[in-house]
């Protein structure tokens, strides 16, 4: 699963990169992201005639739902039954997006410690992950969720699953609703793949109320224990 990530980028960069209009107020940076806080999405709408830049709560909330604490439990959603499920089925036909990143965390535990480890692409370039939005109730407040697929190569070694990541020439068949599930959920290619690098990082990042770039930092040594 992806229960974790990090997003850095300005709005006016998100702006620049994604070729869109930017409709909502800035959200800051964090290096820390959690289910249920406000994150940057790119859609399409209407209204704006293409791409914008818009805010969504992290954890997608059907519109049929009575409660919007069910959108904890939807903050992914399997590229293996995204096109079949009643949750998101009529998000990915029509209301796809992409969630822009900077890397995502996993934890793999060793004995009684768990490791933090983040993977990002090696020169600092952007990542989009495949997301679904939806609108729920009077007001119309957006929510998503990150898409996810079985994970490849060295990030298997880190966690069975991982964001759908979309290269750009993916992202204007994404964003246009309609298609082939089998085209549009195509994995990263292995020399796609090769470009993300696996880091291990400070435990700090286990706690949703730290924040900062200090949270990807190497993890600090560990002292030698000293017996007399």
Same mark, same amino acid.
């Given at each position: ?8 980028? *300005? ?7 994604? @070729? ?24 399409? *709408? ?29 903050? /992914? ?7 079949? *499920? ?48 939806? *609108? ?67 435990? @700090? ?5 730290? /924040? ?17």
């Amino acid at each position: 699963m992806c229960g974790r990530y990090a997003t850095t980028r *300005s709005e006016a960069d998100l702006s620049l990169l994604f @070729d869109a209009t930017a409709v909502t107020e800035a959200l800051g940076p964090s290096w820390n992201v959690a289910p249920t806080d406000p994150v940057p999405l790119v859609r399409m *709408s209407q209204r704006h005639g293409g791409r914008v830049v818009d805010a969504a709560r992290w954890g997608l909330v059907p519109p049929w739902a009575d409660d919007p604490r069910v959108g904890t439990r939807m903050i /992914n959603a399997r590229a293996e039954t995204v096109a079949t *499920s009643r949750a998101f089925a009529p998000s990915f036909q029509r209301r796809r997006c992409l969630v822009p990143a900077d890397g995502w965390f996993e934890w793999v535990r060793d004995g009684k410690q768990k490791q933090a480890y983040y993977m990002t692409p090696a020169d600092g370039s952007p990542l989009a992950f495949a997301g679904l939005w939806s *609108s729920w109730g009077p007001e119309g407040v957006l929510t998503c969720s990150v898409l996810t697929t079985a994970a490849l190569g060295g990030l298997a070694r880190v966690h069975d699953r991982m964001p759908l990541i979309l290269p750009r020439d993916r992202w204007p068949a994404w964003l246009a609703g309609g298609g082939d599930p089998g085209e549009l959920l195509q994995p990263l290619t292995p020399a796609e793949l090769a470009a993300i690098e696996v880091r291990a990082v400070r435990p @700090d990042v286990g706690n949703v109320r730290n /924040n900062g770039p200090h949270l990807l930092e190497p993890p600090p040594p560990v002292e030698p224990t000293t017996l007399f």
